[in-house]
């Protein structure tokens, strides 16, 4: 701080224009990352970017039962709750320390 208590404000610039760049910088490698949830031992595969983008879905015809859709259907919900953990742990790993462990909206 200056005398008087007033902060420096080009320094607060500096700080800011710095985040900014990490911030950016985390974004691209959450993009550029994918991530793979699964479930059932591997019979169902979730691809899912840093972002969120689900890219696809691969089921093993061993998982597919006609009597027994049901248990395919929680497989797949499986994987992709677990892609889903892996990517919200990739951006908490990338953008923490960007963002200074402030939470930013959307990501």
């Known amino acids: 701080m200056r005398p008087g208590g007033q902060p420096n404000m080009q320094q607060i610039m500096k700080q800011a224009q710095k985040m900014q760049q990490q911030v950016a910088q985390a974004q691209a490698e959450l993009a550029a990352a994918e991530l793979t949830g699964t479930a059932g031992g591997g019979l169902v595969t979730v691809v899912v970017t840093g972002l969120g983008e689900y890219k696809s879905v691969k089921i093993d015809p061993k998982a597919v039962d006609p009597d027994d859709v049901e248990t395919l259907e929680d497989l797949v919900l499986a994987a992709i709750h677990n892609a889903a953990e892996a990517q919200r742990e990739l951006t908490e ?15």
């Open 93 to 107: 790993e990338k953008m923490g320390p960007a963002t200074g462990g402030l939470t930013l909206p959307g990501f």
